[in-house]
């Protein structure tokens, strides 16, 4: 099974930081990553799909790259409506794995 | 609008049976890969089944292999899982989720989920 490996797993920054989360897996997975949001009692929604491409409707504060095991997920400006978990998730291979999660708090 | 709605979730004693289902609307259903992600409470997102657009393949994770059965019936645009065996790990809320797999797209949406509670 791919592994997937977040960090940080808790984030405290502030309205207009800009705000970085890695994720690595255990093996190459090409850029067949994607990014979610999740926000308490709510499902997941999805940020960005293969590594680097914008989900229709989601802001362009959020930005993603990277390729093979290191990824990188980005907000340019923190807005008070960002401050939740984001999960990335490879869709490779089966098993379909996600990463622990990274939690964005308000410093 | 997409919209995926489960039911039949509840509270089982250890070794109990389970079926929950998941009502698709808004979309194309037979042309979408589905999956069952669940989540422990306070915890992360853990995938658990997968089936095929068809209904001819599926996958499992090895925690659930042999105990739960993931079904569709696209005629009826509905999505079943069959859980047996349960055991207190199981407990989760339990989402249905699309997955446009034949073009490499990933989950895309996901319904608000069902609880399961495993307990004596």
């Known amino acids: 099974d791919i592994q997937m490996t977040q960090s940080p797993s808790t984030l405290s920054a502030s309205v207009g930081d800009r705000v970085t989360i890695t994720c690595r897996a255990s093996?190459?997975?090409?850029?067949?990553l994607a990014w979610y949001q999740q926000k308490p009692g709510k499902a997941p929604k999805l940020l960005i799909y293969k590594a680097s491409n914008l989900e229709s409707g989601v802001s362009s504060r959020f930005s993603g790259s990277g390729s093979g095991t290191d990824f990188t997920l980005t907000v340019s400006s923190l807005q008070p409506d960002d401050f939740a978990t984001y999960y990335c998730?490879?869709?490779?291979?089966?098993?379909?794995?996600f990463g622990g999660g990274t939690k964005v708090e308000i410093k | 609008e997409v919209q995926l709605v489960e039911s039949g979730g509840g509270l089982v004693k250890p070794g109990g049976s389970l079926r929950l289902s998941c009502a698709a609307s808004g979309f194309t259903f037979s042309s979408y890969s589905m999956n069952w992600v669940r989540q422990a409470p306070g915890k992360g997102l853990e995938w658990v089944a997968s089936?095929?657009?068809?209904?001819?393949?599926?996958k499992y994770a090895d925690s659930v292999e042999g105990r739960f059965t993931i079904s569709r019936d696209n005629a009826k645009n509905s999505l079943d899982l069959q859980m047996n065996s349960l055991r207190a790990e199981d407990t989760a809320l339990y989402r249905c989720?699309?997955?446009?797999?034949?073009?490499?797209?990933?989950?895309?949406?996901w319904g608000q989920g069902t609880q399961v509670t495993v307990s004596s």
């Open positions: 989720a699309r997955e446009d797999r034949i073009n490499s797209y990933p989950i895309d949406y």
């Open positions: 093996q190459s997975i090409n850029r067949w």
């Open positions: 089936i095929s657009s068809t209904g001819s393949y599926k």
């Open positions: 998730q490879q869709y490779n291979i089966y098993p379909l794995t």
